[in-house]
């Protein structure tokens, strides 16, 4: 099927992209890979008279340290993610969860920004960008703000970006101490969302006790989702006497809208979430113990 007709822009700055969002109002929408919106379109599950290509304006591409934190423009590609030394270095997660999203067609168009404002549930991005506690970099005609990740995702497909927001960047916090980092999941075929999974962070002080632990969840709610249960429950005790399936069912515990479809019912979701995370931070203590495990 081919979109319904649609006046194509492409502003030649960030804040022109902006006005033009704001004047055109609900009829317009911002491009940016096109890998999630264009499909919609096409398939005439969304329509918009507008569409404000943001894909090659330059304030929003580039990696760069900011303080502690690692900096990624929105427009940034998430093949340019997956391969970058600094990602690989700051923000290991980022790295490891690229090769899991769709194809390396897929990745070549489509944006890290794309992806966080587009929000699936499965989405790894999303569940990263929550698990680090992730800053979202936002602008609009009344100007720039910030929003925590723990703020932004507000139900499937939803955030709380206004319609006259554009995302501009993200900013990741970077773990400096014995940290460990892994992502499990499980789709039906390579390149699948996935019906669930777990990004694990955690960090080990000098006893080998856990300091800091981070849980993330794809898959298992209208949202990403913390495991702040499990997450408190694992503080202070020594990383490689937690059990990994006990911490699995806890990260399971307070999950109140876990979907059922034709991938699989809540249930058998949450069975392979449990088992997800019970691997994920596995190789995570494993890593925070020895160093890194992953190239
Ligand atoms: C076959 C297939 C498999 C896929 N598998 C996965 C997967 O396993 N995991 C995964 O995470 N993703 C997957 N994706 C989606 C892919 O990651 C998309 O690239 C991503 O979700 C959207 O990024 P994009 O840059 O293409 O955004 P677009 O498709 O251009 O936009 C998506 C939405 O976000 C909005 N938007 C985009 N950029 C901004 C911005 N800067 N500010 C405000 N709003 C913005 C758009 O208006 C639109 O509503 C898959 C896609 C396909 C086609």
């Given at each position: 099927m081919k979109?319904?007709?649609?006046?194509?822009?492409?502003?030649?700055?960030?804040?022109?992209?902006?006005?033009?969002?704001?004047?055109?109002?609900?009829?317009?929408?911002?491009?940016?890979?096109?890998?999630?919106?264009v499909p919609?379109?096409?398939?005439?599950?969304?329509?918009?008279?507008?569409?404000?290509?943001?894909?090659?304006?330059?304030?929003?591409?580039?990696?760069?340290?900011?303080?502690?934190?690692?900096?990624?423009?929105?427009?940034?590609?998430?093949?340019?993610?997956?391969?970058?030394?600094?990602?690989?270095?700051?923000?290991?997660?980022?790295?490891?969860?690229?090769?899991?999203?769709?194809?390396?067609?897929?990745?070549?168009?489509?944006?890290?920004?794309?992806?966080?404002?587009?929000?699936?549930?499965?989405?790894?991005?999303?569940?990263?960008?929550?698990?680090?506690?992730?800053?979202?970099?936002?602008?609009?005609?009344?100007?720039?703000?910030?929003?925590?990740?723990?703020?932004?995702?507000?139900?499937?497909?939803?955030?709380?970006?206004?319609?006259?927001?554009?995302?501009?960047?993200?900013?990741?916090?970077?773990?400096?101490?014995?940290?460990?980092?892994?992502?499990?999941?499980?789709?039906?075929?390579?390149?699948?969302?996935?019906?669930?999974g777990s990004?694990?962070?955690?960090?080990?002080?000098?006893?080998?006790?856990?300091?800091?632990?981070?849980?993330?969840?794809?898959?298992?709610?209208?949202?990403?989702?913390?495991?702040?249960?499990?997450?408190?429950?694992?503080?202070?005790?020594?990383?490689?006497?937690?059990?990994?399936?006990?911490?699995?069912?806890?990260?399971?515990?307070?999950?109140?809208?876990?979907?059922?479809?034709?991938?699989?019912?809540?249930?058998?979701?949450?069975?392979?979430?449990?088992?997800?995370?019970?691997?994920?931070?596995?190789?995570?203590?494993?890593?925070?113990?020895?160093?890194?495990?992953?190239?």
């Open positions: 979109p319904a007709p649609f006046a194509y822009h492409r502003p030649g700055t960030i804040e022109e992209a902006v006005s033009l969002l704001a004047e055109l109002g609900e009829e317009a929408k911002i491009l940016a890979g096109g890998q999630s919106l919609m379109l096409s398939m005439r599950l969304a329509f918009f008279d507008h569409l404000i290509d943001i894909s090659r304006l330059g304030e929003l591409q580039g990696i760069e340290h900011r303080g502690d934190q690692l900096w990624i423009g929105a427009g940034t590609t998430e093949a340019k993610v997956g391969g970058d030394d600094r990602v690989r270095e700051a923000v290991p997660l980022l790295t490891r969860v690229t090769p899991y999203v769709g194809h390396f067609q897929i990745r070549n168009r489509g944006t890290l920004g794309g992806s966080i404002a587009h929000a699936d549930a499965a989405g790894e991005y999303p569940a990263v960008a929550l698990t680090l506690d992730a800053v979202m970099e936002v602008l609009s005609p009344r100007g720039r703000r910030e929003i925590a990740a723990a703020d932004f995702f507000a139900g499937l497909w939803e955030t709380t970006m206004e319609p006259d927001e554009v995302l501009t960047g993200v900013r990741f916090p970077q773990w400096n101490g014995r940290s460990g980092f892994a992502v499990h999941e499980f789709a039906r075929r390579h390149g699948d969302y996935a019906i669930a990004v694990v962070a955690v960090e080990l002080d000098d006893n080998d006790r856990v300091s800091r632990c981070a849980i993330g969840l794809l898959g298992l709610g209208s949202t990403p989702k913390r495991a702040t249960a499990a997450e408190e429950s694992v503080i202070g005790k020594p990383g490689s006497e937690v059990a990994p399936e006990e911490i699995g069912r806890a990260a399971m515990t307070g999950l109140d809208d876990i979907p059922t479809d034709l991938q699989g019912s809540a249930g058998y979701r949450a069975r392979v979430g449990a088992a997800m995370t019970a691997r994920a931070w596995t190789h995570a203590v494993n890593e925070a113990t020895v160093g890194a495990i992953y190239a």
